[in-house]
């Protein structure tokens, strides 16, 4: 008997409550499917379903099993993809992306953590955008990868989402830029850099929209990344840019006026925007390298960037364009 088919057959089953639904879900007929039910009933010595003509409903057995098959299943994916890396003669490399956002400090303590963890396997770092990883996602080029939320995710598998509250970089001698916290309102007047559209559409158009519900839609919109452009233009346009802490924390007073070329950082009032991140990787392939790199990235932004968990404990899901859960 194919056990972990069958596994898969009982976790559907469960999971819809229906055989059919379970069916279709499967790609399968249903008698097919009540017979492998009936099979791993017989094989396991109990009963994991209580049927009738109306409904179908989970025995206590079966209810006590499905946490374990779920894990079986789990650790299935995880030989398979590994197994995958090795045919594919990937063994001992893991192909990762990290967004443009992300500082050098954390950067450096991500590459530590998981050198620490997972000794002897090369990683292959990428400095790609959210938009880029999906790109690469699709076309089976990346492994795994730090993404930004709000995006669609269909066909992924999710790490904890962390969050970075954001905070604007301005010229140190703006008006508000005495201020220990910046309304967003207060900004009114001055353009607006941000990160190319392209990089996370959805993203974008929820700062700009929780921008103008604080009271803050600006002239223009102006694009840059690297840090030096973004501070070049901070100066020159009398521009501002909404960063995390960590990116330009450096920039916070108590420098005097004039410090780091004349730009500061400031806390935004209330903390309306931030930036969400999890660990993203295609589904069903998660192995442990994968785990590792998981757990490194989250260690290093909790641990050089300030961030912290941003969902409940129960599951949800991130709705693609919007800032709000489902």
Do not use: K
């Not at 990883?133 to 995710?153: S, W």
């Not at 993203?280 to 490194?296: L, S």
């Amino acid at each position: 008997m194919d056990l972990v088919r069958h596994l898969e057959c009982f976790v559907a089953v469960a999971e819809e409550s229906h055989f059919g639904r379970a069916a279709a879900r499967l790609g399968m007929a249903q008698p097919p499917l009540s017979q492998r039910i009936q099979r791993l009933e017989r094989h396991l010595g109990v009963r994991l379903f209580e049927r009738t003509s109306r409904q179908v409903t989970i025995t206590e057995a079966g209810t006590l099993l499905l946490a374990e098959a779920r894990e079986v299943l789990a650790r299935s994916e995880a030989l398979l993809a590994t197994a995958r890396r090795i045919r594919d003669g990937e063994t001992g490399l893991l192909r990762a992306a990290l967004p443009p956002d992300v500082s050098g400090e954390t950067v450096a303590a991500l590459l530590t953590a998981f050198a620490e963890g997972a000794a002897g396997l090369e990683l292959e770092l990428h400095e790609l955008s959210t938009a880029q990883q999906l790109e690469r996602f699709a076309a089976h080029d990346l492994d795994v990868g730090l993404i930004h939320h709000p995006c669609d995710v269909s066909g992924l598998e999710l790490g904890p989402v962390l969050r970075r509250e954001l905070g604007v970089l301005l010229p140190a001698d703006a008006a508000v830029a005495g201020l220990d916290e910046v309304p967003l309102a207060s900004l009114t007047g001055h353009d607006l850099i941000l990160f190319p559209r392209a990089a996370a559409p959805a993203v974008y158009d929820d700062l700009l929209t929780t921008c103008a519900r604080n009271g803050y839609t600006p002239p223009a919109v102006r694009h840059a990344q690297g840090v030096s452009f973004v501070r070049g233009l901070v100066l020159s346009a009398r521009a501002v840019a909404l960063s995390p802490r960590d990116a330009h924390g450096h920039a916070e007073r108590r420098a005097a006026p004039g410090a780091d070329g004349g730009v500061v950082w400031r806390p935004l009032t209330g903390g309306p925007l931030a930036l969400r991140h999890s660990v993203a990787w295609p589904g069903g392939r998660g192995d442990a390298a994968v785990g590792a790199f998981a757990e490194a990235a989250a260690h290093a932004l909790r641990g050089t960037a300030g961030a912290t968990p941003d969902l409940p404990s129960r599951p949800l899901h991130l709705r693609p364009a919007s800032e709000y859960w489902l």
